[in-house]
């Protein structure tokens, strides 16, 4: 890790002694997501936690806790599943289900608008899981795109239950009736109430939008919009696109119908109905299996489109029609919309003037945050500064971004955030620097851990030399610049940055004591661990070792410690040395003795000589003889005789 924090605190993080976040991968109004890593089940989650700001809101906080529990309550392969829901000191978060893939607004933003059995497949499993939530008298509140989730393994999930109210607590806020106003139902806007058709609708508009590639109403006000819902019918989708069948047509007139008693009753009604008309047309739902997962970019939701269905047939359908029921709908609709319009119009003239400022050009107008990544930062903070937005530079150190290059900002490129927001700048400050410890003396796997925690590179494998050290611990350490140079050395510490690579240098022990040993026995010791030996070898006398018996081996010819496969010469002994014998033939007995006694042999004669002066004494002859040696200690007899 670097030692600059993530501006996201978060990120590294280990909330509630479990999850450990690893990076972040949405950003809501009211919480961020990210993937994390629950250590206690060893997977991949994602941890949804609320914004700071809201965390002493009971409002927002009831909203997250129902989340966790609508969610929970319902088990069905499409619907995002809810693991556990907690707090972590000022943290509340929600443990998910985590699917990489994209969302369908991403595929619509890329395709434009889907095929027919493209279509058919999506809405089949949203219905789904809509129809599960609907059976536990849930109502998600929040039908669109954006919470509709598609995985790289093909699963189609529903998700984002942060709206969904049991049935019997059906009322808005204001702040929840505005919402996301394209899909919002006509009785959310006069009357603040919904219920299961409220759902219907907003899927019938998200239909209208895959088969045609827009929304049905368009306006600059989101007011405009809501009048929109309120007072017009949704066109047929084949009006955009003449490729689409009729039962769709129906399909999408019927699900959004201004009285919700004219409406789908539930989610699994409405799934009824798709599927007939699958039957009718000869398409079935598919769901690419995880086999063929793999071939998916995540980053292309172009290629979400491959694991989809094709066209699996003709698309020109002749169903039946029901001209009564769809003369009774028309019928519905005209008297339906004089009261609505009444009522809308109200509701436009007290709020519209105020609403409208204040998303138009007011506080509550949003620009998107732009893409400065890669750019330094004057050009960065003029980019901003275009958007209406004030620049703050902040630091941190990373090793994949150039020093003074922009790496990211935050909030992200592309969140939508109020004029004259700030936006915090992260420039790169390049590899952080630390001053590293001594690790002689450690074993080599707790140097390993401790440099690998300071994001060096260390090579492999480690250096090893025949040390008096203990085996397996560090006894030296270079460093060489990520940059580029000599290799310098860091054994008694040093200062290192990241990205830096290091060479440990670990002991393997003394060289195995060879002395006393036969050639043949020290060569096979030597050879066990790795050193060659020397066709030729030294000899040497020695005082202890047998003659042909090895003393050792030869010192390392720089001076340095010996490493594997370096080639030692042994050293055998010539047995115990020797030394010139004295030459005391002639001499008296006493200078005789002395003269043998100082080469350090000893002396041998007939001792009856002792009785005679030493004046009177000369040696005749001595064995070994003066031409010869012999090791120290060895006796000299000398051969007396009477000197007159």
Known sequence: MSTSAQTDPLIGRLVDGRYRVRARIARGGMATVYVATDLRLERRVALKVMHGHLSDDTVFQSRFIQEARAAARLADPHVV????????????????????????????????????????????????????????????????????????????????????????????????????????????????????????????????????????????????????????????????????????????????????????????????????????????PQVVTAATSGMIDRDDPSELTKVLPATTGATTVHAEVDNAARLRRSANRQGARTAWIVT????????????GWW?????????????????????????????????????????????????RTDPPAGDRVDKESTVRVIVSLGPARHDLPSVVGQPASDARTMLSGYQLIITEPDAEVFTDATAGTVVALSVTPRLGGDPQDCTNGCTVFEGDTVTLTISLGPVPDVSGMSITEATAALSDVGLSVAADSQEEYSETIQEGRVIGIAPHPDGGSWRP????????????????????????????????????????????????????????????????????????????????
Not at 267 to 277: C, D, H, K
């Open 81 to 284: 599943n809810v693991f556990d829901q907690g707090s972590d000191g000022e943290i509340a978060y929600l443990v998910m289900e985590y699917l990489p893939g994209i969302t369908l607004r991403e595929l619509l933003r890329e395709e434009k608008r889907l095929t027919v059995p493209q279509t058919i497949s999506i809405m089949d499993a949203v219905l789904s899981g809509l129809a599960a939530a609907h059976r536990a008298a849930i109502i998600h509140r929040d039908v669109k795109p954006e919470n509709v989730l598609l995985a790289e393994d093909g699963r189609i999930k529903i998700g984002d239950f942060g709206l969904a109210r049991a049935t019997s607590a059906n009322t808005a806020t204001g702040a929840q009736l505005m919402g996301t106003i394209a899909y919002l139902a006509p009785e959310l806007v006069t009357r603040g109430t919904a219920d299961a058709r409220s759902d219907i609708y907003s899927l019938g508009i998200m239909l209208y939008e895959m088969l045609t590639g827009e929304q049905p109403y368009r306006g600059e006000q989101p007011m405009q919009i809501a009048f929109q819902h309120a007072t017009d019918s949704v066109p047929r989708p084949s009006v955009k696109n003449p490729g689409v069948p009729e039962q769709l047509d129906e399909l999408v007139l019927w699900s959004t119908e201004k009285k919700p008693d004219d409406r789908p009753a539930d989610a699994m009604e409405m799934l009824q109905r798709l599927r007939e008309i699958e039957r009718s047309l000869g398409i079935s």
């Open 344 to 355: 809308v119009v109200i509701l436009v003239a007290a709020l519209a003037a105020g609403i």
């Open 359 to 407: 998303f138009g050009s007011g506080p509550g107008s949003q620009v998107s945050v732009p893409a400065v990544a890669g750019l330094d930062y004057e050009a960065a903070a003029a980019a901003i500064q275009a958007q209406n937005l004030v620049p703050e530079q902040a630091g941190e150190n990373s090793l994949e971004v150039d020093e003074g290059m922009v790496i």
């Open 565 to 644: 496969s370096d080639t030692v010469t042994l050293i055998v002994s010539k047995g115990r040395p020797v030394f010139p014998i004295p030459d005391v033939v002639g001499m008296t007995r006493d200078a005789a003795k002395r003269a043998i006694e100082a080469a350090g042999f000893t002396v041998s004669y007939d001792e009856r000589w002792d009785e005679f002066p030493d004046a009177f004494t000369k040696v005749e002859s001595q064995s070994p003889k003066s031409d010869k040696q012999a090791p120290k200690g060895t006796e000299v007899s000398i051969r007396i005789a009477a000197s007159l």
